[in-house]
């Protein structure tokens, strides 16, 4: 007897730093045809873990926009103001294991420690055995175990990083009292039966970090693609934090046909200012995500920036 093929359950987890970019379209788009086109399930959260850097009213209009380019999502939306009772429980097993410790350490002590892939300070373990006396815990950082890490990512291909050597003990719950988003995606990605991540390439070196609280917590590791990034003519990334403008204004169906453009689906040119509702079924019946470009960076066809 043949096995049924187990549909994929995939997620779009915008941050909501300000409105929806062409970039974070990108990306939505990617995790969405992956999901839909293999009849699987699309799940749509909001991360506004990181308080200070959500910005008041920017999660409601990224859904907006979400669905005015035609996106459907399975299920409830989910914030992950609401979820924080799960990742108290989740860092309560990880310290009931041994796996958490308190940490003294400030920004300015770490300041010359060196630093991991995505620029981060490589913790030297300074908390690990104990805090120094007198010294109360500000964060709680995660033990890693010693060990590389491998994982296949559909689109970049394998990776390999040694975390405890390359990142050390990363911080679970802030000195600010807020939880991680390392903490909280997998807690939240779990929770919610997510089989498959299919994110921009700034993410992959965090990664590694998922899979090694995965395994700590016992939760399955969900297949991995990382797309790459929309870039601008200077070879800058679209973000929020480089203001690329926002794709509220511009044309639904010139947005998305640009967007499959960069995904390398290569969609008929008639489809070019067609409205969303004609692109979609092409897009669906003919996505591949072997035809993603194996980069870090894609252009897009016009100018997304500013
Ligand atoms: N919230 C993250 C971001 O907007 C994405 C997290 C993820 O897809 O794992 O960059």
């Known amino acids: 007897m043949q096995d049924?093929?187990?549909?994929?359950?995939?997620?779009f987890a915008p941050s909501p730093?300000?409105?929806?970019?062409?970039?974070?379209?990108?990306a939505a788009v990617g995790s969405y045809l992956s999901a839909r086109a293999a009849g699987g399930r699309w799940l749509l959260r909001i991360e506004d873990v990181d308080a200070p850097r959500s910005v008041p009213g920017a999660g409601e209009g990224i859904v907006r926009?979400?669905?005015?380019?035609?996106?459907?999502?399975?299920?409830?939306?989910?914030?992950?103001h609401e979820r924080l009772p799960d990742y108290a429980e989740a860092l309560a097993v990880l310290r009931a294991r041994n796996r958490v410790y308190g940490?003294?350490?400030?920004r300015k002590m770490l300041a010359g420690a060196p630093r991991a892939a995505d620029?981060?300070?490589?913790?030297p373990g300074t908390c690990r055995t104990g805090l120094p006396a007198g010294q109360a815990a500000?964060?709680?950082?995660?033990?890693?175990?010693?060990?590389?890490?491998?994982?296949?990512d559909r689109v970049q291909g394998e990776m390999a990083e040694d975390v405890a050597a390359d990142v050390g003990d990363f911080v679970l719950l802030r000195a600010d009292g807020l939880y991680a988003y390392q903490l909280a995606v997998v807690v939240d990605d779990a929770a919610a039966g997510v089989t498959e991540v299919v994110r921009?390439?700034?993410l992959l070196p965090s990664t590694a970090r998922q899979i090694a609280l995965q395994a700590a917590l016992d939760i399955p590791t969900p297949r991995y693609a990382h797309l790459p990034v929309v870039v601008d003519a200077y070879g800058q990334k679209l973000s929020k934090q480089s203001l690329a403008r926002a794709v509220d204004g511009l044309p639904d169906g010139q947005v998305l046909f640009d967007a499959l453009c960069c995904l390398?689906?290569?969609?008929?040119?008639?489809?070019?200012?067609?409205?969303?509702?004609?692109?979609w079924p092409w897009a669906l019946a003919h996505w591949s995500l072997e035809a993603v470009p194996r980069t870090a960076a894609v252009h897009a066809r016009r100018d997304y920036d500013r």
Do not use: K, M
């Open 65 to 80: 926009t979400l669905a005015r380019l035609g996106f459907e999502w399975d299920g409830p939306l989910v914030w992950q």
């Open 103 to 106: 940490c003294a350490c400030t």
């Open 17 to 26: 730093s300000g409105p929806l970019h062409f970039g974070s379209v990108v």
């Open 138 to 152: 500000r964060a709680w950082r995660f033990a890693v175990a010693p060990g590389v890490v491998r994982f296949v």
């Open 264 to 279: 390398g689906q290569a969609p008929p040119a008639e489809l070019a200012g067609a409205p969303v509702a004609h692109i």
């Open 119 to 123: 620029g981060s300070a490589r913790y």
């Open 200 to 202: 921009g390439i700034d």
């Open 4 to 11: 049924t093929p187990v549909p994929p359950v995939g997620r």
